[in-house]
């Protein structure tokens, strides 16, 4: 217990320090705020601030990151609830009773138990990252090479799985991100891959103007693209007063916090599960246990209280793979990991002994930023709800500005905003036939890690592939990733059916 | 009052899903794959190989794009199947807006060290919000003034070295 007291103290040394609790304040803000706007999601605004956190201290900038991705939770459900349009991918099961209790004029308990439900779920979720992460870090000072590859190779085979509507789609993605990690030197031998003689590529593809392309600048063409009616800009209602739920909610619904807190907590860190995966998850767990089944889908509160906390805990669990073993699990915390790489930090089980303050000083600056999201939410939400009026037309050339200036910014080379828009532009054609970016992002991010620890584990064993098989953890996690390839059974497929904005599973 | 939002925005990107033979969307996107990975396999021979027991340069990036190259196979080939739900070749409509910006962009990438930050920004923003957007002419070098102005002194002030150009701003 003296631990505890003692690690909390140091954390919230660093995390309250007036430049901490700035970048703070402006993260979960910013997360607010895209949380709001449909279109713009949390990964991409991660990757349209990444340069700007070049130039600002790492804990600052991870603090500042960690907040726009918990935020944007926070922010999701306000246009799922009166407008059935989910801000973000993690709010789209809150459509389903959110939208009904805002047709039946309890628009303010839906937004309010959503509120409540996500600090609940975000404060608890911390307390679990700050009580499993230490003994997990533990766990991996033992890991070697092999353990990691095992890790990586689960990970990405997980993500491919599951957060994904088409496994051999996402693969692909996957594949093509790990081609473009091969490009540059190569990590052990220092031959040259693909650079072709130019000197650009022969550091390998630059990460930030990558990322910004595939995530941001592609958004903007896919936005661009749709003809903008004047139905088509949301039109939030004003003047909402009563965001407090009765006691009957809080009795409704107060277990399906915990339940969703749980489940959200358990999937989220599971490597490519994610936030999104536990709202559908924490949803369908609900209904399997609530004694009126039938309430669901016609504006039970249960439906949107288990599913907003869900996606709250999972972020904070989300952080747990990358802070003890240095790999992300999504693309948010891959877009992090790009992050601390920038500053010259490797996450993972040496951060917590080699950098206490970093570590603490992220944890406690979560539930700095969970007091300020509740803070700020429950007086300004009518304010926030405006948001959704700023004309698309504006936002996008605003948004087109960060890229430029983001892009130019990393290196002062013109040649970086080509590459953006090299990959907005694949960016914008895979979305349109049906692929995703976020196996690509993660898997061009794991590359150089993988073939690191791929190669080392054959030095280690002499070339026996056998290490990767007779030791415990490793052979049990490839034993795993293999039969998540050869079994469609456990495939988890869910797809937004076109114009329903209602997730189903299939 | 809430106003029901009909969600068409949503529908008009979502993949549509039809039975094979209809479409072929999943055709063009898979053999542009497969092409891609024949090339990566090509240029990945000429790099080292080593042994699977000391794998060298080209062992990873020969195994990732052999793998590319099965699987984008397998995108093409189970079209065929009956019963597959396959994607709906994407609609061009508002393809003109996107071409013009990538067309902006660029000109502005090759445009930005001797025009400077500010100028160029300004008429970058100019263009996309007037050009493209078609925002009021008032609104719009209103929005691009500010934006230029107060991106440059956020990057400057975070230290962000913007170029400054022939002209003196």
Known sequence: ?506 | MLRRHEAASQSANSPGYRRAGQTNADRLSGSVLFLFALAVIWQASKFPFGTIRAPDSGFLPMSFAITLALMSALIVLRTWLPRTAVTEMPAWGGMGRVVATVMALVVYASAVDWLGYLLSTLLIMLLLLRGIERTGWGMSLLIACISAVASYVLFRQLGVALPQGALPF
């Open chain 1, 1 to 506: 217990m003296p631990d505890v007291l003692h690690n909390l103290a140091l954390g919230f040394s660093t995390s309250m320090t007036p430049l901490n609790l700035f970048y703070c304040f402006v993260g979960v803000l910013l997360g607010q705020i895209v949380g709001v706007l449909p279109g713009l999601g949390s990964a991409a605004t991660i990757a349209l601030l990444l340069p700007i956190t070049y130039y600002i201290p790492a804990t600052s900038a991870i603090i500042m990151l960690a907040g726009i991705w918990y935020g944007s939770m926070y922010g999701g459900s306000i246009t799922s609830i009166l407008l059935r349009v989910p801000g973000e991918a993690t709010s789209v099961m809150t459509c389903v009773d959110g939208y009904e209790m805002a047709r039946k004029g309890r628009a303010g308990p839906a937004l309010g138990i959503s509120v409540f439900g996500s600090f609940i779920a975000g404060t608890l979720g911390v307390l679990g990252l700050m009580f499993l992460a230490p003994a997990l870090a533990q766990v991996a000072l033992d890991f070697g090479p092999p353990e990691y590859f095992a890790l990586m190779v689960l990970g990405l085979t997980l993500v491919s799985y599951l957060a994904s509507k088409s496994v051999p789609k996402a693969l692909c993605m996957a594949m093509v991100g790990l081609v473009l990690g091969t490009v540059g030197l190569d990590p052990v031998r220092s031959t040259e891959r693909f650079s072709f003689g130019i000197l650009t590529l022969q550091g390998g593809i630059e990460m930030i103007p990558m990322v910004m392309g595939l995530l941001g600048l592609s958004e903007v063409f896919i936005m661009l693209e749709r003809q903008t009616r004047s139905e088509d800009i949301v039109q939030a209602p004003a003047g909402l007063r009563n965001l407090m739920p009765t006691r009957r909610d809080w009795r409704d619904s107060s277990g399906s916090i915990g339940r969703g807190t749980v489940v959200g907590f358990l999937v989220g860190i599971l490597p490519g599960a994610g936030a999104t995966i536990a709202t559908f998850v924490a949803y369908a767990v609900e209904k399997r246990f609530s004694r009126h089944p039938e309430r669901f889908g016609t504006g039970a509160i249960e439906g949107v209280a288990a599913p907003e906390s869900a996606n709250n805990s999972a972020t904070a669990a989300g952080f747990i793979p990358l802070l003890t073993l240095g790999i992300p699990g999504n693309v948010v915390t891959a877009l992090m990991l790009g992050a601390f790489l920038l500053h010259g930090i490797t996450p993972g089980p040496t951060l917590l002994t080699e950098k206490p303050e970093m570590f603490w000083g992220i944890i406690t600056s979560m539930y700095v930023g969970n007091i300020i999201l509740l803070v700020l939410n429950i007086p300004l939400i009518s304010l926030f709800t405006r948001i959704t009026r700023v004309p698309p037309a504006i936002l996008r050339p605003i948004i087109v500005l960060f890229c430029l200036a983001g892009a130019y910014g990393v290196n002062n080379n013109p040649v970086d905003i080509v590459v953006m828009v090299v990959f907005g532009i694949v960016g914008y054609l895979i979305t349109k036939f049906g692929y995703e970016p976020a196996p690509l992002v993660l898997a061009f991010v794991l590359e150089p890690m993988v073939e690191i620890a791929l190669r080392q584990s054959l030095i280690l064993s002499q070339g026996s592939f056998l290490i990767f098989f007779n030791r415990p953890i490793t052979g049990t996690l490839l034993a795993l990733a293999l039969f998540m390839i050869v079994s469609p059974l456990f495939r988890y497929r869910y797809r937004l059916y076109p114009g329903s904005g209602v997730p189903r599973a299939r």
